[in-house]
């Protein structure tokens, strides 16, 4: 095959597939067939110069661009998507970072994939405004996109971008690659939600992550769960009183807080985990049922650690643990927790326990590939 015919082929189909037409569609345009569309897209043809114009012009890019071939990208495309926030951001060959945006949400299991795809689109375009896609690596770690499906579905949206390379995984890719920089070690996760990611030789595994309802402790749901039962429960007199309850009733500005049940159930796993701060406060104001809240669920957070080293049992030294997500913004109350239960568990000198200070899109330039020191990627803004 002719290299130009091989590069035009390439270019047009990744065009069309942008564009959402069928080969059908394209050809209708043009005032061609089917079939001819797919000979171009093959490679076997090329089509007459006046139809390369009108074909330019209905794809709405240049000459140049149809038959453009760049082997190495020019510029880094990352994106972390979470449930509460999509961050963007576009660096260059040297890693420095040219610009950075952030948007809401993108899990498709909470707003849906029209909805997430719709939010992806709106921010690819607006940082790569001025930049031929074609000159662009891009990696989106989505969460909720590690699925089979959900990756099969990704990965088509930003194929058809018409980006040099593309691809897709769950956010977890952008926490173990920015946390752990592509050695052995275990990231736990202790934000809305908890879980724990091991990652040996370039492959990743996971336990717990089972979602809110079944995870049971060590995650900003469970402190907030815990802190509304707890001042429920002073108010019936089944349990202690505690500075939580009188917390929460300045935050609701009622007169109790049982009247608010039908509120804490309408308001989902992010609404109960806005509480778990006051759990931090409590404790800091030496109440003893906020401590016990704390410590149980950094046994949590413990046994996730000691299960997944299990799985790292021949690496010599101490196991790197990498701790994410919000909750470890209060990591010099809560690590001691975790280090006094694995010393009572027998792992007293195991592991060394850090917290990702970081930004996690920064994972997501090291997956698309961009090759330079990690200590380079630095906001030009």
Not at 139 to 153: L, W
Not at 307 to 329: D, M, P, Q
């Given at each position: 095959m002719d290299t130009y015919a091989r590069i035009f082929a390439e270019n047009l189909r990744r065009f069309r597939k942008h564009m959402h037409w069928t080969q059908e569609q394209l050809g209708e345009k043009l005032g061609y067939s089917e079939k001819a569309v797919s000979k171009w897209e093959s490679g076997n043809s090329i089509p007459p110069a006046e139809t390369l114009l009108v074909l330019a012009d209905a794809l709405n890019v240049s000459l140049d661009d149809l038959f453009s071939h760049t082997s190495v990208p020019q510029y880094y495309l990352g994106i972390d998507g979470g449930a509460t926030k999509t961050t963007f951001a576009l660096a260059d060959r040297s890693g420095a970072i040219l610009q950075k945006i952030t948007l809401g949400p993108s899990n498709p299991f909470d707003i849906g994939f029209e909805a997430a795809s719709e939010l992806l689109s709106r921010g690819i375009n607006q940082i790569t405004a001025n930049i031929h896609k074609r000159k662009i690596s891009v990696?989106?770690?989505?969460?909720?996109?590690?699925?089979?499906?959900?990756?099969?579905?990704f990965n088509a949206f930003l194929e058809g971008f018409g980006f040099l390379a593309a691809s897709c995984d769950s956010d977890a890719a952008n926490i173990i690659a920015a946390g752990l920089k592509g050695e052995d070690g275990i990231v736990v996760i202790m934000g809305t939600g908890s879980s724990c990611f091991v990652s040996r030789d370039g492959e990743r595994s996971l336990v717990g992550g089972l979602g809110y309802l079944f995870d049971h402790a060590g995650s900003g749901y469970d402190l907030g769960n815990e802190a509304i039962r707890a001042a429920c429960c002073q108010e019936d007199g089944s349990g202690e009183p505690t500075l939580i309850h009188d917390y929460i009733l300045e935050t609701l500005k009622t007169e109790t807080v049982l009247e608010n049940l039908t509120h804490f159930y309408s308001i989902g796993k992010r609404g109960i985990a806005s509480y778990s701060p006051l759990v931090i406060r409590a404790y800091e104001a030496g109440d003893k049922v906020a401590e016990r809240i704390l410590v149980d669920?950094?046994?949590?957070?413990?046994?996730?650690?000691?299960?997944?080293?299990?799985?790292?049992?021949?690496?010599?030294?101490?196991?790197?643990?990498?701790?994410?997500?919000?909750?470890?913004?209060?990591?010099?109350?809560?690590?001691?927790?975790?280090?006094?239960?694995?010393?009572?568990?027998?792992?007293?000198?195991?592991?060394?326990?850090?917290?990702?200070?970081?930004?996690?899109?920064?994972g997501a330039l090291l997956m698309s590939g961009i090759e330079c020191q990690e200590s380079a990627l630095e906001s030009k803004e």
């Open positions: 990696f989106a770690g989505i969460s909720g996109g590690g699925t089979e499906k959900m990756r099969e579905r669920n950094m046994e949590h957070v413990a046994d996730l650690i000691i299960t997944a080293s299990r799985r790292l049992e021949s690496t010599e030294g101490k196991i790197n643990v990498v701790c994410v997500g919000g909750l470890t913004h209060k990591s010099e109350h809560l690590f001691p927790m975790i280090y006094s239960h694995l010393s009572d568990k027998g792992y007293s000198d195991r592991f060394e326990i850090s917290a990702f200070v970081g930004d996690v899109v920064l």
